[in-house]
């Protein structure tokens, strides 16, 4: 299946400190996600990105996240001052679509396993 | 809210059975529900999506069926092999963009 890479694919870091994960999709997307999985809980969902801009945020996404596509193909997800409850798998991930239509469902990052300590 | 269950945290099928998978829905009417399956450590990977006018999609010893009326989706692996084991996702959503919504997901363990 397609490769979407994430960096770095483990990251500990200590509390209060920033932290930038970063996704390289495999191809042009407007539309890019960041998914979370807290260990033996569900994915959940994050933020979604459309077109340079924030669409939609879930009740995690507070003021400490931010997402950006800073060079036009890489996309980050920034956490300024993490917090313990922040350990988790990050995922990116794209739909595979063609607009409103779904044809083959999204295609997810190989993840990043981000530990505070 | 949306609510998605699926029908056990973990699951245990002889090698060669089949194993069936339930994910019910609550509160919303999917156009689709699609199925990802997770290894640990690593990101969901879609394995089959399947349209409300769509009763039942194959895909090789994958099999999936949507009744809207039950609102429920069963996921079949027939002939069933050790390495079908993994924890399997189902995900009901409109519209192709639309942020997706995980059931908790059922661990499937193939006993050989």
């Known amino acids: 299946e397609p490769e979407v890479t994430q960096t770095p694919s483990h990251q500990v870091t200590q509390m209060g400190q920033e932290v930038i994960l970063r996704c390289v999709p495999i191809s042009n997307h407007l539309y890019f996600y960041w998914y979370r999985q807290i260990l033996g809980q569900k994915v959940e969902f994050l933020v979604s990105f459309y077109n340079n801009e924030i669409s939609e945020k879930s009740e995690i996404f507070d003021d400490q996240f931010s997402v950006e596509r800073p060079d036009g193909s890489n996309f980050t997800l920034k956490i300024r001052s993490t917090k313990l409850e922040d350990s988790a798998m990050y995922f990116c991930?794209?739909?595979?679509?063609?607009?409103?239509?779904?044809?083959?469902?999204?295609?997810f990052g190989s993840g990043t396993r981000l530990t505070v300590v | 809210s949306q609510k998605i269950e699926q029908n056990s945290e973990a699951l245990n099928i002889q090698e060669g059975k089949t194993a069936t998978l339930t994910c019910n829905y609550t509160?919303?009417?999917?156009?689709?529900l699609q199925w990802y399956r997770q290894d640990p450590g690593r990101g969901p990977v879609f394995l089959l999506l399947i349209r409300e006018n769509e009763k039942e999609k194959r895909k090789e010893r994958l099999k999936v069926t949507f009744d809207t009326t039950l609102k429920q989706s069963l996921f079949h692996i027939t002939a069933s092999q050790p390495a079908d084991s993994a924890t399997y996702l189902c995900?009901?959503?409109?519209?192709?963009?639309?942020?997706?919504?995980f059931g908790t997901g059922t661990r499937l363990t193939i006993i050989p």
């Open positions: 991930a794209f739909p595979e679509t063609g607009g409103a239509v779904i044809s083959y469902g999204y295609t």
């Open positions: 509160n919303y009417s999917p156009a689709y």
């Open positions: 995900a009901p959503s409109n519209f192709g963009n639309e942020k997706l919504t």
